[in-house]
């Protein structure tokens, strides 16, 4: 029996179903108690035991792998749809200012999201990998008409996009205006010299 048969098992409609139950109570989990969220919480809110959440998820990453691959398609389409619409540096500060958005759903994803990128062998690392090489393609757009210097890769992009995630979640005041700010300095930092603001961005402005 396959994914398309119309007429499938109550025991896969079953299976389906509580995958799905357990991917959204995660995502909830995860947004409320960080990505270190004990799993039997998840379960708990999925509704499900916890012999059934381990068999569609046997490992922590294997279920923020599931909670990110659909975010992670919606941010490669995005990233592909700006790319035909705006301008080659609006396109690219625009799309990251709603990756960084993204990482900071929780607390502990803007550090996952930095080793995720270092372990080439992780899962969430091939899960990922539309939206890495759509942002690549919109940096080298960039770059191509000369709005942004030349030196800097995707990776650097994603370094600095999950800092600023992380200073931001990480501020002891709570400074709603900090993202902005940081994404303001990140713009200017990677403008060709020649194509820079002549005074400094306060806050974000593609």
């Given at each position: 029996m396959t994914a398309s048969?119309?007429?499938?098992?109550?025991?896969?409609?079953?299976?389906?179903?509580?995958?799905?139950?357990?991917?959204?109570?995660?995502?909830?989990?995860?947004?409320?108690?960080?990505?270190n969220a004990a799993l039997d919480t998840i379960a708990r809110a999925a509704g499900v035991g916890n012999a059934t959440m381990y068999r569609?998820?046997?490992?922590?990453?294997?279920?923020?792998?599931?909670?990110?691959?659909?975010?992670?398609?919606?941010?490669?389409?995005?990233?592909?749809?700006?790319?035909?619409?705006?301008?080659?540096?609006?396109?690219?500060?625009?799309?990251?200012?709603?990756?960084?958005?993204?990482?900071?759903?929780?607390r502990g994803l803007s550090e996952l999201v930095l080793a995720t990128l270092r372990d080439h062998d992780s899962a969430l690392y091939a899960s990922c990998k539309a939206m890495r090489t759509s942002a690549a393609e919109l940096l080298t757009r960039a770059q191509r008409t000369g709005a942004v210097r030349a030196d800097i890769d995707a990776s650097d992009l994603f370094t600095h996009a999950a800092g600023i995630a992380w200073a931001a979640q990480h501020t002891p005041t709570g400074d709603p205006d900090r993202t902005a700010r940081l994404l303001g300095v990140l713009a200017d930092g990677l403008r060709h010299p020649e194509s820079r603001s002549p005074q400094p961005h306060s806050t974000f402005v593609p």
């Open positions: 048969d119309p007429n499938p098992s109550p025991r896969r409609t079953d299976a389906r179903r509580n995958r799905l139950a357990l991917i959204a109570a995660a995502a909830e989990v995860f947004a409320a108690q960080g990505a569609h998820f046997p490992t922590r990453d294997a279920m923020i792998e599931a909670v990110l691959a659909e975010r992670y398609r919606e941010l490669a389409t995005h990233a592909e749809e700006l790319a035909h619409a705006e301008a080659a540096d609006t396109a690219l500060f625009t799309w990251l200012a709603e990756f960084v958005a993204y990482i900071q759903t929780f």
